[in-house]
């Protein structure tokens, strides 16, 4: 962030730092979205460097966060204006910059070993499972005999749980998957994971993204009276 105007280290860091949770934006007139003002969370902002007008940070955010906006709001609070001079993507969920970057010359290597030698080590380093893109989520195990109803968009019933993670929250994203590990559909928690392990019945998780194609698994799930069964799990 650049700075217009000479300010105090201890009012810098001081404005700054009332940046650090909800906040409200509106999207600048550059973008692609309606400008209407929108609530995002700032999880943290931590100031790396500071030299001269030139402020470096580390800024961790929900998406759909304008840094371009938040350099020139704090500008704005400060009373000097500022403005966003770099901006670098170190994270996005699970993935780290340092971790799981690859460039497109690597993806071509791995892709010529791949079919010119069969060799599928360098394929699997360089394009990861989609399992690898949830695993910040809290997961939900389901049986078999109810993925193909998910993956035709049936809602998750109790019965049709086998297993699932602790500390999920009615409204929480959290992942549908086999008891393989694949991941069958992304899905908003309609009970809590205790209501989950406790009740024998009940709607658990409604998709809201199904990611498994429709007949990996085979359909298990019956009609009666010309009518299908839209709740996986039920019995």
């Known amino acids: 962030m650049r700075v217009h105007g000479d300010v105090p280290e201890d009012k810098l860091r001081s404005v700054i730092n009332e940046f650090v949770g909800e906040i409200y934006q509106r999207p600048p007139l550059r973008s692609s979205v309606k400008r209407s003002v929108r609530i995002k969370h700032i999880y943290y902002i931590e100031i790396l460097e500071i030299q001269g007008r030139n402020v470096l940070m580390r800024v961790g955010c929900e998406a759909g966060t304008y840094m371009r906006k938040l350099c020139h709001d704090i500008g704005e609070v400060l009373g000097v204006g500022a403005h966003m001079r770099e901006l670098r993507r170190t994270r996005v969920g699970p993935f780290k910059e340092d971790e799981t970057l690859v460039t497109l010359h690597d993806v071509m290597d ?19 499972p989609v399992e690898k ?8 195990y389901i049986r ?8 035709n968009g049936a809602i998750l019933a109790v019965p049709g749980i086998v297993k699932l993670e602790t500390g999920i929250s009615k409204g929480d994203l959290v992942a549908i998957m086999t008891l393989k590990g ?5 899905g908003e928690a309609l009970m809590t994971s205790k209501e989950m392990y406790e ?7 409604k998709p809201v993204r199904v990611i498994m194609q429709r007949g990996t698994y085979p359909p298990l799930w ?8 839209r709740f996986a799990g039920k019995s």
């Not at 791995?110 to 990861?128: C, H, M, N, S, T």
């Not at 694949?182 to 992304?186: N, R």
């Open 222 to 229: 019956k009609k009666r009276r010309g009518k299908e069964y």
């Open 110 to 128: 791995a892709y010529v070993f791949w079919k010119e030698e069969g060799d599928e080590r360098w394929i699997r380093k360089v394009i990861l």
């Open 144 to 151: 078999d005999s109810a993925v193909d109803a998910i993956c």
């Open 182 to 186: 694949e991941l069958v559909a992304l």
């Open 199 to 205: 009740l024998e019945r009940g709607l658990a998780v």
């Open 133 to 140: 893109a949830v695993e910040h989520l809290p997961k939900v």
